[in-house]
């Protein structure tokens, strides 16, 4: 399994790029905010990568962050979503504004992405709602969650935020303006400063 590559970016194509990585060119299909989000061509980079294998080929997916991997995974895991939906989606936005749109129920988000229709677009709404908070929490420390109080609960939610597309600033002025009362670990920070984060976008 190939995780990441880091080479040389030679050609960028309407939904692929290719990446020269010691003299040997990959073909990578990525979206259209990753080709917007990449650096001119002749520049190095890294992308981090999915591989879907087909019966008559094995494909390469790109991605600038794990939480956009992690995102494209999940809603491959849903029926009626294929790789091509998949990059429709991550073409709508960052992992945060996918979990915006989730948490308020955004319809008209998958909607707009192309190949999403209603029906689709209400089931991709129903089956995210369960594992929104887990794209929160890719990089962060569980081993540090268990261990430590309640800086280290409020450092790792914030930690996860910003691995989700939140600056620094937003994911900490969000993981300060949940409500007292909120449990304190890492997954119900995470739960609460979503909520807080989507207030402010509405």
Same mark, same amino acid.
Do not use: C, W
């Given at each position: ?6 080479? *040389? ?24 905010? *990753? ?14 990568? /999915?591989? /879907? ?31 091509? +939906? ?9 992992? +945060? ?29 129903? =089956? ?19 261990? +430590?109080?309640?800086?280290?609960? /409020? ?16 994911? =900490?002025?969000?993981? /300060? ?9 890492? =997954? ?9 984060? +989507?207030?402010? *976008?509405?």
């Amino acid at each position: 399994m190939i995780a990441f590559l880091t080479g *040389v970016l030679t050609e960028r194509r309407e939904n692929s790029i290719t990446l020269d990585v010691q003299g040997v060119g990959y073909e990578l299909f990525v979206s259209k905010r *990753v080709l917007e989000e990449l650096p001119m061509v002749g520049s190095q980079v890294t992308v981090h990568t /999915h591989m /879907h294998v087909r019966e008559d080929a094995m494909v390469l997916f790109g991605f600038l962050i794990p939480a956009e991997r992690e995102v494209f995974t999940t809603l491959l895991k849903i029926s009626g979503v294929g790789p091509k +939906a998949a990059l429709a989606v991550l073409s709508q936005g960052s992992p +945060a504004e996918l979990a915006n749109a989730v948490l308020t129920e955004q319809v008209s988000y998958f909607t707009s992405a192309s190949g999403i229709g209603k029906k689709t677009a209400e089931r991709l709404l129903m =089956e995210l709602t369960g594992v929104i908070e887990g794209f929160a929490s890719i990089g962060a420390s569980e081993a540090a969650s268990a261990k +430590a109080g309640v800086g280290t609960q /409020h450092s790792d939610a914030v930690q996860a935020l910003t691995q989700l597309g939140y600056t620094s600033r937003e994911a =900490e002025h969000a993981v /300060h303006s949940v409500p007292a009362d909120t449990e304190q670990t890492t =997954e119900a920070l995470v739960r609460a400063a979503l909520r807080e984060l +989507a207030r402010v *976008v509405t």
